[in-house]
């Protein structure tokens, strides 16, 4: 039996300097493709376009989807204006991404999405965010650790009896943390199942069972000794691909 082949929704990144100053590649994080390859998959980038036709040819190769991190999500897709401390947006991207995860949905595959890809899954299910932690009333933990992609920094607890809890085998752990905005009001089709420690949502899932969304960034804890139950999360899309 072949092993079933994971698309990894890519982001573009520009040159900063040398003689291809200001080029446009298309790109994922090597973390990604290496969880896909140690959990069974076959990793298989899906580049950034925006030709709508391509993206619905693209989505047809793949029997899974993860939608991973990047840009901030457009705040008017949510009904809000942009605020003072929100980072850069890209609308193409979050059409491209909310277009694919469209489809797979339609195609019910297995679906994961980190940082970015989970506050997506949330806004195209009609769920809001923060457009940084700094809005949220709230004591708040720091979400954007800013070093060392392996380590650990802050809590969080699954609900017990989750697609979630039962994916990953435990209910309390550390993450990694990497964004700036939060998940506010989770949408309505969407359940929390994962919550930090100061009460911002972590995690979500459907109740269909082939969505989970984390906000931290479980493939640069993969190869962790220390974390080898993130590894469970590229199971779940392998293991559930069609």
């Known amino acids: 039996m072949s092993k079933p082949i994971i698309g ?3 982001s573009e990144i520009r040159d900063a300097e040398g003689p291809f100053y200001g080029y ?16 069974g998959g076959i990793p298989y980038i899906i580049p950034f376009t925006a030709n709508d036709e391509v993206v619905i040819g693209q989505i047809e190769h793949v029997q899974g989807l ?12 949510y009904g809000e204006e942009l605020q003072p401390n929100i980072g850069e947006i890209w609308p193409a991207r979050d059409h491209f991404d909310m277009l694919l995860l469209k489809i797979a949905e339609e195609k019910g595959l297995p679906i994961l999405g980190v940082c970015r890809g989970a506050q997506l899954i949330n806004v195209a299910h009609c769920g809001n965010l923060y457009q940084d932690a700094g809005y949220r009333k709230e004591k708040t933990l720091k979400h954007n650790q800013g070093h060392t992609p392996d380590l650990p920094t802050h809590g969080v607890k699954l609900k017990e009896g989750s697609l979630l809890a039962r994916t990953i085998g435990k209910t309390e752990f550390l993450v990694n943390s990497f964004h700036h905005q939060l998940i506010k009001d989770v949408a309505p089709d969407l359940r929390e199942v994962a919550t ?11 109740d269909q069972g082939n969505i989970l969304a984390v906000q931290w960034h479980p493939e640069m804890l ?5 974390t080898p139950y ?11 691909a069609k």
């Open 230 to 240: 993130m590894n469970n999360l590229f199971k779940f899309v392998v293991e559930n």
């Open 24 to 39: 446009r590649r298309s790109y994922v994080n090597e973390d990604y493709v290496d969880s896909v390859v140690q959990n």
């Open 8 to 10: 990894i929704a890519g």
């Open 66 to 77: 993860i939608l991973s991190g990047g840009h901030d999500i457009d705040p008017h897709l």
């Open 196 to 206: 930090a420690t100061d009460g911002v949502p972590e995690g979500l899932e459907n």
């Open 222 to 226: 993969h190869k962790n000794p220390n």
